[in-house]
């Protein structure tokens, strides 16, 4: 007789945030472009995508502050690459599925309303960058006891189907899951902290050491990060690639030191790393690669030199194929990345300490009730958009 595995229990967590609550609320409804609630602001207003590849505002129910938990008037979110995906496309990979309303966002800051029972390290007025992945924090699962915790397999990241999104007007998150922002910090660069910790998890596990001659293969909001890290951090010289002029031309305004690459479509792995070497001038250790493209994968893959490594950051299919010959007689290491984890502090420092200056990479701004409007600047290449964020008074 076979017998079915068993289903591990949900977490406290799961529980809590189970989007079901939300949907099922009387409150819960698709709002009309005209919809008097959009001139409410005490409404939760939110928005939210579907598995008819729609984007559109919802209303949700109160948000109520549980034990442990506060409620945040999320002030500033920005709009992900993976929040258009997941619009789009309706999935990444072959388990995050949009299958039915799901808010989006997952890049927010924002200021504390109300206070829960039990928590005593925020208070209301308290200004905070959201850490959207929320892991179970249970003894019992080894991601979570060994720090790792972005590998949990019980974790609500917010924005991730099933779990709705912090872009909406008013969010319960857990208090151990928000982190203080210091005076001199502003709502929007505590919003892109969270792209800026993606990147931050990358140059980590890449072993980026001080004088490091790097490529960054992608000049779009996470290349950008990226590279603004990667010029911290002390990595010299830094080579970037895009196929986009203007994007080039932007990483030029944040780094004048950054040498810049144009690709051409059409160009072999070959050619394009050909370019990459000249531009360096030296050989590459590393290759941060920030778009998931096979094209580009392989690309980083002939930059580097012996015993060097592609780090792969970007998000890209299930499926693609690299050239494990040249790989194994070049003693390259290719890695990859999953989201992040205990990021958040560091990326904080390096804000407030001016290290890292963010604010340029916004370059488009809505308020909450022009939310899907924003996504679909954010979408279209032709806008120029680096990074779209959607702000609430």
């Known amino acids: 007789m076979v017998t079915a595995a068993p289903v591990a229990p949900l977490s406290a967590y799961e529980t809590i945030y189970d989007p079901t609550k939300v949907l099922k609320h009387p409150e819960f409804r698709v709002l009309p472009p005209n919809d008097p609630l959009l001139g409410d602001k005490t409404a939760n207003i939110a928005c939210a995508y579907n598995p008819a590849h729609e984007v559109h505002l919802v209303h949700k129910p109160k948000a109520v502050a549980g034990q442990g938990e506060v409620v945040v008037h999320v002030r500033a979110t920005g709009i992900c690459g993976s929040d258009v995906h997941f619009w789009k496309h309706g999935h990444i990979g072959p388990t995050m599925i949009v299958t039915d309303e799901c808010g989006a966002g997952h890049e927010s800051?924002?200021?504390?309303?109300?206070?829960?029972?039990?928590?005593?390290?925020?208070?209301?007025?308290?200004?905070?960058?959201?850490?959207?992945?929320?892991?179970?924090?249970?003894?019992?699962?080894?991601?979570?006891?060994?720090?790792?915790?972005?590998?949990?397999?019980?974790?609500?990241?917010?924005?991730?189907?099933?779990?709705?999104?912090?872009?909406?007007?008013?969010?319960?998150?857990?208090?151990?899951?928000?982190?203080?922002?210091?005076?001199?910090?502003?709502?929007?660069?505590?919003?892109?902290?969270?792209?800026?910790?993606?990147?931050?998890?990358?140059?980590?596990?890449?072993?980026?050491?001080?004088?490091?001659?790097?490529?960054?293969?992608?000049a779009g909001p996470i290349g950008l990060v990226t590279l603004l890290a990667s010029h911290a951090a002390g990595c010299s010289p830094i080579v970037i690639t895009d196929l986009v002029p203007s994007r080039l031309e932007f990483a030029k305004s944040l780094v004048p030191t950054v040498r810049t690459v144009l690709i051409q479509r059409g160009q072999s792995d070959l050619e394009v790393a050909k370019l990459i070497k000249d531009a360096a001038g030296t050989e590459l250790r590393v290759a941060l690669e920030c778009t998931g493209f096979e094209s580009s994968i392989r690309a980083g893959i002939f930059s580097v030199k012996f015993g060097g490594k592609v780090f792969v950051i970007g998000v890209g299919p299930s499926e693609q194929k690299y050239p494990f010959g040249y790989l194994s007689a070049n003693e390259i290491d290719l890695?990859?990345?999953?989201?992040?984890?205990?990021?958040?502090?560091?990326?904080?420092?390096?804000?407030?300490?001016?290290?890292?200056?963010?604010?340029?990479?916004?370059?488009?701004?809505?308020?909450?009730?022009?939310?899907?409007?924003?996504?679909?600047?954010?979408?279209?290449?032709?806008?120029?958009?680096?990074?779209?964020?959607?702000?609430?008074?």
Not at 134 to 149: E, K
Not at 337 to 344: L, M, P, V
Request: proline letters at 8%.
């Open 109 to 218: 800051a924002g200021e504390v309303v109300e206070v829960g029972p039990g928590v005593t390290s925020l208070k209301v007025g308290d200004r905070v960058a959201i850490e959207a992945g929320v892991p179970c924090g249970q003894a019992d699962c080894d991601p979570c006891r060994t720090g790792r915790y972005n590998a949990c397999p019980r974790v609500v990241f917010f924005s991730t189907p099933p779990y709705h999104g912090t872009l909406t007007r008013f969010h319960a998150h857990p208090a151990n899951w928000l982190h203080k922002l210091p005076d001199n910090m502003s709502y929007e660069e505590g919003s892109l902290c969270e792209p800026l910790a993606v990147a931050l998890a990358g140059l980590e596990r890449a072993d980026v050491r001080l004088g490091d001659p790097v490529v960054i293969c992608g």
């Open 335 to 393: 890695q990859f990345q999953y989201r992040y984890h205990n990021q958040y502090p560091k990326a904080i420092r390096l804000v407030s300490g001016g290290l890292i200056n963010l604010k340029p990479l916004v370059t488009h701004r809505f308020p909450l009730e022009r939310a899907v409007e924003a996504f679909h600047v954010a979408s279209d290449p032709s806008q120029g958009a680096i990074k779209v964020q959607i702000l609430d008074a």
